[in-house]
């Protein structure tokens, strides 16, 4: 049922898609030129709705108890399961272009896909491939292959799935965008000399045969393998003029000569294991910190503590997606840099038609509502996308023209805020805030060794000498050492009941007295105190009592406790707390210890 629920939102998705595009698709396809042509645009629309379809099988999949028994084998039964359902759909879909267009497109159209085998097996691989990535990557596998180097099997399984996906997503971007081989000399000769300038004249270049405004190139060079293939939109041909055309085939070179998505592929790598040990080391030292500071009182600040340990990791995270995305921004203004500066393209042609380029007037309508207008970005938009707007690209080139600059020169947000440090905080900021620093790294090493003498002279001293101290009794419930246990747990250690009684006359904190006694796993005194004040303790601070004797496997006084009327009214969440700890901390009964 869920699978068929997912498959049908993929269906209406296609459906109401189609009903925003539909006057350009039935245009296109009345316009095609040959029968190739229309069964391109045909194969296209096909495959995406079985691409989809596919996902939303796999998101369906992903959320079922079952995930991971299905294997990839039983994927590929689900994918060619839905390759013959949509061929049973798409007929009917066809049939309705047939009747609006007046075109016999289904027979051809029929033997084109029996044809295509190659595109199945891709458009079955990349989302395969997606699936094993979290699946295979992340189970119990790599720990058994590699021991304790994991780590580094993690990082192989990620990039030989990654360098897998890009290839396989170059075979599908081939094969489902309508596409076809540029045979135009004026073109050619434009495109062929700038192939030249970058020394790969082999490289495969397509026109898009559909209303995109852009080009763009994808694939790998590694060593001896290339897949790498740029396609150009067909509304360039009509927007530009040559100079432009050749700005814009100069930019989208100069991608392929910097290397610039092999880098991208290294820097979302990099950027994958900064998340992953960054969040892991803050969540250790949030856990640490709230541990060593609220000590006995830790568990009631779990939420907040939750809390802080969400906010560090997406912080994080959102910190290391700013980073990858300035990273491929400057990329394009590198790419601008060296269309211009390196391969001698006309700088005023790259500006107008990068302007024409982010201008959506000359769309049609459903294309202008996905195209956003780049020169009115907000924030969010302008820090997290993969292209600057037109303003700043252009300032920044000229920039670099002026000031003979080279082309790949840029600066980081980790540079800039350097720069602004050092030209902002001058010495009438850095003395006041020196001074500051200082005198409070005086204050605290101070209040650190005043901690560590008393806590000192109450271990040594005599209980007389202790009850004499007159200072004594203001720091009982502070912390010596600022993330210890307070100054009372030092007294309760030295196991003296006059004169434990004395400082719980003198303001001592019941509660965390008692906590402390517990530590010491001295029934006696346990019963004394517990049976003097437990009329008075927070149901918290029973709690709290009740579960270090079970943490410390203290089990008559945990025995002792549980078997006390408060119990029965204790909240059952942290009943069932205690008794966890205790089950699991339970030694054999030759093993208690009553002192």
Not at 17 to 22: L, S
Not at 145 to 151: A, I, K, M, P, T
Not at 545 to 557: D, E, H, M, S, Y
Not at 567 to 579: A, I, Q, T
């Amino acid at each position: 049922m869920l699978y068929a629920l997912f498959l049908m939102i993929a269906i209406l998705y296609n459906w109401r898609k189609f009903g925003k595009e539909r006057h350009a698709f039935l245009t296109s396809l009345v316009e095609a030129k040959n029968t190739s042509h229309r069964e391109m645009i045909l194969s296209h629309h096909f495959y995406i709705f079985i691409f989809e379809g596919f996902l939303a099988l796999l998101v369906a999949h992903l959320i079922t108890e079952r995930a991971v028994a299905v294997g990839i084998l039983g994927l590929g039964l689900v994918y060619l399961g839905l390759l013959f359902l949509g061929f049973f759909l798409f007929q009917f879909f066809i049939k309705h272009v047939e009747k609006h267009t007046q075109l016999a497109l289904w027979d051809t159209f029929k033997n084109h896909l029996v044809k295509e085998l190659r595109v199945s097996f891709a458009v079955i691989m990349l989302p395969i491939l997606v699936f094993s990535m979290i699946n295979w990557t992340f189970q119990d596998g790599v720990y058994e292959e590699w021991g304790s180097l994991w780590f580094i099997g993690l990082l192989f399984n990620i990039l030989f799935v990654s360098v897998l996906t890009v290839a396989c997503s170059v075979i599908i971007m081939l094969r489902l965008i309508p596409n076809r081989e540029i045979k135009e000399p004026e073109y050619l000769e434009v495109i062929n000399r700038r192939l030249e300038q970058i020394g790969m004249p082999e490289l495969r270049v397509r026109w898009i045969e559909t209303d995109i405004k852009n080009a763009f190139v994808v694939g790998l060079k590694l060593l001896k393998f290339s897949n790498q293939t740029m396609f150009i939109g067909r509304s360039l041909r009509t927007t530009l003029t040559m100079e432009e055309f050749d700005a814009v085939i100069s930019h989208e070179l100069s991608h392929v000569a910097n290397r610039h998505i092999q880098k991208r592929l290294i820097n979302f790598l990099k950027n994958f294991i900064s998340i992953i040990i960054g969040a892991s080391l803050l969540i250790v030292g949030i856990l640490g910190i709230s541990v060593l500071y609220w000590g006995e009182d830790s568990y009631f600040h779990s939420p907040s503590t939750t809390i802080w340990c969400i906010a560090a990791s997406v912080g994080w995270f959102i910190f290391n997606y700013f980073l990858l995305f300035d990273t491929i921004r400057s990329h394009e203004f590198e790419a601008d840099g060296y269309a211009v500066m390196e391969l001698g393209s006309d700088f005023d042609a790259l500006r107008s038609a990068l302007e024409k380029l982010t201008t959506p007037d000359e769309m049609p309508e459903y294309l202008k509502l996905r195209t956003p207008v780049q020169s009115k970005k907000n924030l969010i938009s302008k820090y997290f996308t993969t292209h600057p707007d037109l303003t700043t690209r252009v300032q920044f080139l000229k920039f670099k023209i002026d000031n003979g600059l080279r082309y790949d020169y840029y600066v980081s947000p980790a540079q800039k805020l350097g720069r602004y440090l050092g030209h902002s905080l001058q010495w009438k900021f850095l003395i006041p805030m020196g001074v500051s620093f200082i005198l409070s790294l005086v204050w605290l090493t101070s209040s650190y060794r005043e901690g560590l003498r008393t806590i000192a002279f109450i271990k040594e001293a005599a209980p007389e000498q202790i009850m004499a101290d007159p200072s004594l009794p203001q720091k009982l419930n502070s912390r010596p050492l600022f993330i210890d246990q307070s100054l009372m747990a030092y007294i309760v250690k030295k196991e003296d009941q006059r004169l434990i009684d004395h400082f719980l006359s003198r303001g001592a904190d019941k509660g965390k007295t008692l906590v402390y006694v517990s530590q010491l796993q001295n029934l006696s005194l346990l019963e004394t105190y517990y049976t003097q004040f437990q009329h008075e303790l927070s149901d918290d601070e029973y709690f709290m009592i009740l579960r270090k004797t079970a943490q410390l496997n203290f089990t008559v006084g945990y025995r002792f406790l549980v078997n006390s009327k408060r119990f029965e009214d204790l909240n059952p969440v942290y009943k069932e707390d205690v008794s966890r700890i205790h089950k699991s901390n339970r030694a054999p009964a030759s093993e208690v210890i009553v002192k």
